[in-house]
């Protein structure tokens, strides 16, 4: 077996430049993008890639098509819908007015299609934040809020620059699986009461739910979900014949079945309108969207220095007013979206980074336009894919619709019944509630099986932040419990004639085994009653440190007072130097290296013997 | 060579019944006292030693002789003089009047010397326990403090029974060095001012620091330090001739030097009792200990319910006083004990499950007798060492010197000179001090160059209890870096002119590292254009998980795209159960199999080629 040419990179690809190839031909790396040289050296373009791999467009907008187009457009339209009224909703929830909402989803949008790597992902107004902007900035001016958007957008930026992406890859698969669908029951719990017309406040009892559930309401939510989920099995219509006729139709089903939540939207909308027209806003016997109020964005600094009633904030006041939210915001909000685009990323392929990136421009430019912390939503995630979107673009048209909103179309958006928006979202994510996994984590993995079941009940009963939280913590638990005692094999050898003790860590040891590996050294030694020479091999230490030449130099003065020789096999030589000279410890790599110093022992041993 | 036996164990000798010894005399196992039969089973004594072996006192006593007992008697009689005064002062600065420090000293002392496994650390008043105490019990009656002293022992000793000593391999040795150096240099800041005499509260500036230096208070703290550092050199004074009368003056001298606190603090309390007794107590001009007040401890449950100032107080109404108190106040003291038994015990070997059991034991018996929360005192174990206690039993002496604080020699104690006793503190914490560590840390490890300097630096400024902490979160976040980043070697390997992709990780891969094995994968597969099979060798997958199974499932989709074989080397049987089945996996142990799978590869591409 003979090894042609040792290669290393890693997942990014920055590394690259080690690479060198054996044949003489140019080597195209498909999964980069980048063409390596005869010498296995990326041309010059390399260099400037950086920068302009952040764009992450570049890398898609090339081989974007009309179809592809066409989907985007759909879902972006679909999601504009969607958007405006769950803006209105959560800028109230954060004790702002409308308009603060509507601005983030404009720029959120807009700035994903550039930046964003996951089609699905919308960034804008979303539950988790409105609720932790209110924790940080209840009571206090609105400007507070708007400095917060852009300090969380800041952290979030220099957590994508210094490439902290990789805390995606403590997030577990069941973790990940559980915060979906807790999340998806969440919605749906949220929205049942706007799809039944129910107005109570608050958890009801089951009988005050059915009491106030109101029929027109109720009627309307559930005719549009019927409907919703009757489209959605369009796309998946079968014809017998194969013809120009049946493919031609195929295509037509599949553009109804993926423009089934706009089209839901725009005709109970178009309904309503008619209704008001014809009699008056007040004889429409649904629940209507909130109206919209008509203010377009304007671009100016954020507000680090403002008057409010007769007290003047400087920058460190805001500072002041905001406290750790600088810290919890941005990383509850880069927690909520890296789970969200693990969710839906195809095939697990996650610049994490990247997204982070993305995200933190999001609110820095939203800041700029007077924009309440945003990131990922779940919801809309799931209204994009049941939208059939293929590209970030669909963001631009969303955009489009969000401004329009804030213009021309003001009058129209207040329409919309919130039950058959209820309808859509509850349509969108009831399918990513996947209760399967559950009986077959059980089967293979028992703490797999725990990290779903507790990360789903606490994104539950506690918050989804909570959960996903949970679910990392506990995994990290499970991890440094078998760090901290790691599989040691301990055996009796024999080779010529020469017996010792070996000593064979089974698993890789950190500092966090080094007592587990003390124990078993003290205990192979005494249990042949120190009678033979120990033989440790050193290939599986990591991180050779200060605990483990602590531990050593006290083992081996131990086994030094019962004449016990202790040999350490395969140490780096680098390693060797940062132990102190001790008399009875032996270094070797090979086998051969081993017997000799055995052999030695022996001898000594035996002229030590004869002299007594 | 040839493996004689395989054996496997624990420190602690748990799971011992596994060993089979070749030969077939009993082996007696030194290390833990136990005689392994021909069988290698333990025999039947061993199911009593498990609560035998709680009371460790019975593991020492056998080989108790004069020497050690009169070493013990010196100790313990130093540290009953050390420990009066600082009791006194720590339940004064827990907000409670000095009888019940004096409680807590007496039960700790005595329970230790039965469970305790390190003989130079003291249980009682500490001024960690007593700030966590002012924190969460002031202002609220004494019955609430003796109550979280017995709360506190429950949870102590449930760690204990529990097991959860192993957290203390989770303290790295650089962590556990600036643990002491920083608690050291704490102490001799905290007791510089009694030593000069200074009562200045607060942090005075240097000026107000000289100028209110009292010379009488300051002669006697600084010739008692004079007088503790020469008689420190006594036991190293070496003599040139070795006959019996150097041997015994050699002996004598030893004596005399291990005595010097006790000696110290009786003889100027001796000058201040005589100086009284010639003139008044107003005349001496020194800062002399707080008065002791008479009474002996009654043993009484612990008040879980009780009446003061006209509210009934019932458990329930305890425990919300208490709060988050009955959860902090054990874990804190477990970590402080932990580390200072780690500090002082000789060759780690330490059993910190029976510390905490120990730990657990003396704050329920303590609250039995109306005591405050306790454990391990830094300054009181250094005294001990300096001292040259030699087993647990020195405790007994120490109780009995408390004990008669309380009645008999009640008037005499006040009698100790503020300044002698600082005197004491100083001249056993000073060799503590160790800042060696830091350049050779700087030369050898960086890492640990840091944890060393950011828990030093924290335990002075924010607490010792935070700096210990940090030092164990920073180091196990540099393990979580490298688990989420694990090495994997790529290379193109021939065999038999067969060619195919090794992908071998270097080092374990837990979960954390299946983001990066996804992304060497692909790369692998791309950067040779997904002409070669891909092999990947599974043997270091500890954990094999959800994640495992979801990035191999979509890693061989992809690959089967590109038409490439994905083979699974050294996987189990069990876990290849738990993958799905795909078509172009296969798995493989030896390399002789891989080779037959790579051939029949390669023949039925041939045979496609043909065909088409």
């Known amino acids: 077996m003979s090894i042609v040419k040792k290669l290393s990179f890693d997942a990014n690809c920055e590394e690259k430049e080690k690479y060198t190839l054996q044949n003489g031909d140019d080597c195209y790396d498909q999964a980069n993008g980048h063409t390596v040289d005869v010498e296995g050296k990326y041309t010059k373009a390399k260099q400037a890639h950086w920068l302009l791999r952040r764009i992450y467009i570049l890398s898609w907008i090339r081989s974007y098509d009309r179809e592809r187009a066409f989907a985007d457009l759909i879902a972006g ?31 959120g949008s807009i700035i994903y299609v550039f930046f964003g790597t996951i089609p699905q992902v919308s960034i ?30 800041l952290v979030e930026l220099a957590m994508g620059v210094f490439q902290l992406g990789f805390i995606v890859s403590f997030i577990p698969a069941p973790v990940t699986k559980a915060f979906t669908s807790g999340t998806a029951v969440i919605v749906v719990f949220a929205q049942i009461k706007n799809l039944l017309g129910v107005r109570v406040k608050g958890f009801p009892s089951i009988g005050e739910f059915f009491g106030s559930i109101r029929p027109s309401d109720a009627a309307m939510g559930i005719f549009c ?131 982070m990136l993305t995200l933190g421009l999001c609110n820095i430019a939203g800041s700029f336009f007077s924009a309440m912390p945003t990131c990922g939503a779940f919801t809309r995630s799931a209204v994009s894919q049941a939208s059939g979107v293929r590209t970030p673009m669909a963001g631009i048209y969303t955009g489009l619709i969000v401004l329009s909103a804030l213009s021309i179309l003001t009058p129209y958006f207040q329409y919309i019944p919130k039950a058959s928006l209820s309808a859509v979202l509850i349509a969108a994510v009831i399918f990513m509630i996947d209760l399967a996994p559950v009986k077959e984590l059980w089967q293979t993995n028992k703490k797999d099986f725990f990290s779903w079941v507790g990360s789903f009940i606490i994104c539950l009963v506690a918050g989804v932040e909570l959960g996903l939280l949970f679910g990392i913590v506990l995994s990290m638990v499970f991890i440094l419990l078998r760090l901290g005692n790691p599989k040691i094999e301990v055996s009796l050898k024999q080779e010529e004639s020469l017996t010792y003790v070996h000593v064979v860590p089974q698993s890789d040891i950190y500092y966090t085994g080094v007592d587990t590996l003390r124990g078993e050294l003290r205990g192979a030694s005494s249990l042949y009653r120190h009678d033979f020479p120990v033989v440790l091999d050193c290939s599986r230490f990591m991180q050779f440190d200060a605990t483990f030449t602590e531990m050593l130099t006290a083992v081996s003065k131990e086994m030094a007072e019962n004449d016990v020789l202790l040999i350490l096999q395969n140490m780096s030589l680098k390693v060797q130097q940062m132990l102190p000279v001790i008399g009875n410890v032996r270094f070797c790599q090979e086998d051969s290296q081993l017997i000799s110093h055995l052999q030695q022992e022996k001898e000594s041993g035996q002229q030590l013997d004869a002299k007594l």
Not at 97 to 107: D, P, T
Not at 125 to 142: E, G, H, N, W, Y
Not at 285 to 293: E, G, H, Q, Y
């Open 77 to 107: 339209i679909t999601l504009g819908l969607t958007i405006i009224p769950q803006s209105i909703a959560y800028a109230a929830l954060a004790g702002l007015s409308s308009e603060y909402g509507l601005y983030s989803a404009f720029i």
């Open 124 to 153: 804008g107004p979303t539950s988790l934040m409105a609720i932790l902007t209110l924790q940080f900035c209840a009571d206090k001016p609105v400007q507070v809020v708007i400095v917060l958007a852009f300090l969380a957008g």
């Open 225 to 355: 979900l019927v409907v919703l989920l009757s489209l959605r099995l369009l796309s998946q219509v079968k014809f017998k014949q194969d013809s120009p006729m049946t493919r031609r139709l195929k295509k037509v089903l599949w553009y109804i079945s993926i423009s089934r939540n706009a089209l839901v939207v725009f005709f109970t909308g178009l309904l309503v309108f008619i209704w008001v027209k014809k009699s008056s806003l007040e004889a429409v016997p649904f629940a209507l969207s909130s109206k919209v109020s008509s203010a377009m964005p304007s671009i100016k600094l954020p507000p680090f220095a403002f008057e409010y009633q007769n007290r003047t904030y400087v920058f460190t006041d805001i500072l002041h007013e905001l406290g750790s939210g600088i810290v919890v915001v941005p990383i509850v909000a880069v927690l909520a979206n890296v789970a969200i685009a693990k969710a839906f990323v195809k095939d697990g392929n996650l610049d994490a980074s990247q997204e």
